[in-house]
């Protein structure tokens, strides 16, 4: 280094201190308990895509671009998933490192894959930070035979997948617990592929009566011009104090960013604390609408409503293969397919030859 190069170094701002007080805690912490950090590693990170792919990379890669900044050692990859199932699946093979995801979808990981939570979001409403959420049921404006959850029965309904939670599960909950019957009472239920945005086109066109979004969908879809608030009707209105999304059902728990056990213990607490440093003016909590994220929050909630459907991992009526995709399948049976074709052939190539020996 020339004399006086020193002169011309970047100055340390308040914003790097911020960031790098808790990343060399969590260093000194993992070396004081023996654990090496890894170097050089490239990380999967998969992401539920509940708006679509191009959606969550838009929302999610300047996170992942943080995350590449102040853990440069490391590289963070951004694997959108629309499809909770595939998400589930791949998660608990282990082919991916950390998940972002829906509560449910990530108890279902926990249990099968031992993941584990590091931080929950911190969604973002105007100047509030909210880290709970849950669902909205409602209809268009003009229907004006429905006014409240008794008027549902003999309607069609569309989610967003049947194992969506605020897109699903909440509301099938709350159908139940006032005494409704999802699969007998309704006309039809439909899902829509995953996406939350096309619930709300169809109700708009009147494909189907009635829809079920997470909180939040509405007012962002309003807040881009995608959707005129004056046209919907929310059914079963809750009021919860500075909660200021529109809800038919209680809260729960925001979206984990979670790890896998096969990370290097060090490495998630350098994630953890990467993650917990964000602020509200940081360029990947701009792009991604939340205010930062706290620590991982209580999902036994979660789990408690899952065991009231019946869908908690383990139960009876959960049954995992049900959740493999048909392409999944497809790849078993060809190679089954396969292997007995090679089988059969054998077994006649042997018994051929034993013949010619014989004579």
């Known amino acids: 280094m020339k ?4 002169l011309h170094m970047p100055a340390v701002t308040p914003h790097h201190i911020t960031i790098m007080i808790p990343l060399v805690l969590c260093l000194l912490t993992a ?4 654990v090496t950090p890894a170097f050089g590693a490239e990380y999967r990170v998969a ?8 959606a969550a990379r838009a929302q999610w890669q300047p996170t992942l671009d943080y995350l590449n900044e102040v853990i440069p050692q490391h590289h963070f990859k951004l694997d959108p998933i629309l499809d909770i199932n595939e998400l589930n699946i791949a ?3 282990q082919a991916y490192d950390f998940v972002l995801t829906n509560p449910s979808s990530y108890v279902v990981i926990e249990h099968f894959a031992h993941a584990t939570a ?3 979001l911190n969604n973002k409403r105007g100047d509030t930070a909210q880290n709970h959420f849950g669902s909205v049921i409602f209809t268009r404006a003009d229907h004006d035979s429905i006014q409240s959850l008794d008027d549902l029965r003999g309607k069609t309904i569309i989610g967003v997948a049947p194992n969506a939670f605020a897109g699903w599960q909440l509301a099938w909950y709350e159908f139940i617990r006032q005494g409704i019957n999802p699969e007998r009472d309704f006309k039809r239920i439909d899902f829509a592929d995953d996406l939350q945005q096309r619930v709300v086109e169809r109700v708009l066109s009147g494909d189907d009566d009635v829809g079920v979004v997470r909180t939040d969908q509405l007012e962002r879809m309003a807040e881009a011009g995608e959707l005129d608030l004056r046209y919907i009707r929310v059914i079963n209105q809750q009021q919860t104090a500075n909660f200021p999304y529109f809800h038919s059902t209680p809260l729960y728990p925001e979206w984990p960013f979670a790890v896998l056990p096969h990370v290097p213990a060090s490495d998630a607490l350098i994630v953890k604390a990467s993650l917990l440093a964000i602020t509200a003016k940081n360029p990947a909590a701009m792009a991604g609408q939340y205010m930062g994220w706290v620590q991982p929050l209580d999902y036994q909630p979660v789990r408690s409503l899952l065991a009231s459907l019946n869908q908690l991992p383990g139960q009876g009526s959960f049954q995992p293969l049900k959740d493999i995709p048909s392409w999944v399948w497809l790849i078993i049976v060809l190679t089954l397919m396969a292997w007995l074709a090679n089988h059969i052939v054998r077994r006649y190539t042997a018994s051929k030859a034993a013949t010619i020996v014989l004579k």
């Open 3 to 6: 004399t006086g190069a020193w």
């Open 31 to 34: 070396l004081l308990c023996g």
């Open 47 to 54: 992401v539920r895509a509940n708006n679509g792919i191009e």
């Open 91 to 93: 998660a608990r093979s």
């Open 118 to 120: 590091l931080a929950t």
